[in-house]
């Protein structure tokens, strides 16, 4: 069975700071991994995602994400976060080849101050 | 073009009765899946069609729920009868096969 596991539900930082949301995740087969922020009342918008090649992974909005498989990780990082940001994430795993099926962690609630 | 969309944005029922939930997926888009998100939770799986054959429903509770997707194009996502511990937000993704996978706005569902 997959699962992920999302350090910190809420996370605060100041306008311009780095953004770090972190992610641990399971998976006995080679894994694909997700990134998606959720502004409220709405659905879940993919930032990006990590299927194989290349570990580092550039998405929407500045965002990016790294697959570390030796410490099951995919972390998603902001050089200079803006308060259009705030939104709640969600790390989210399936099998490569496994139907599709994802498996979200239970999300980050990301707060920017001025 | 135009994305998943889903119907009714809000219902509030009371305990017992029953509600229905319907979505059109992204045209061309095989694959449809229905997700239920309690609060402060992430997203999880419900029930997953590839054009109007179910996939994976093994996280469906089939004593109340039922999900249905005629024709494979829109689907219904019913529930009967309602519990207190079913309010959450209903979300309906669509993908090309096992593509990515785009959600719609949601329903969210207040039971009483």
């Known amino acids: 069975a997959q699962s992920v596991t999302q350090l910190g539900s809420h996370v605060s930082v100041s306008e311009g700071a780095l953004v770090l949301l972190r992610c641990n995740y399971s998976?006995?087969?080679?894994?694909?991994l997700f990134w998606y922020v959720q502004y409220p009342n709405q659905g879940l918008q993919l930032l990006l995602k990590?299927?194989?090649?290349?570990?580092l992974v550039k998405g929407i909005n500045g965002f990016e994400a790294e697959f570390k498989k030796s410490e099951t990780s995919f972390h998603l990082t902001k050089p200079s976060a803006h308060m259009s940001d705030a939104a709640e994430y969600f790390c989210a795993v399936s099998d490569q080849g496994g139907g599709n099926k994802l498996t979200f962690g239970t999300g980050t609630q990301l707060k920017v101050e001025l | 073009e135009a994305g998943v969309a889903q119907s009714p944005r809000y219902k509030i029922i009371e305990k017992r009765q029953s509600v229905a939930f319907w979505c059109n997926p992204i045209s061309g888009h095989a694959t449809l899946y229905w997700y239920q998100q309690i609060l402060g939770q992430g997203p999880k799986l419900l029930i997953q069609?590839?054009?109007?054959?179910?996939?994976?429903d093994s996280q469906l509770p089939k004593d109340r729920f039922s999900a249905e997707r005629l024709k494979g194009v829109d689907s219904t996502l019913k529930i009967q009868p309602a519990k207190l511990e079913d309010s959450a937000v209903y979300l309906c993704?669509?993908?090309?096969?096992?593509?990515?996978?785009?959600f719609g706005p949601g329903t969210r569902l207040t039971v009483l």
């Open positions: 998976s006995s087969v080679p894994p694909y």
């Open positions: 069609f590839q054009n109007n054959g179910v996939v994976d």
């Open positions: 993704a669509s993908s090309f096969l096992t593509d990515t996978q785009y």
């Open positions: 990590y299927t194989t090649g290349a570990t």
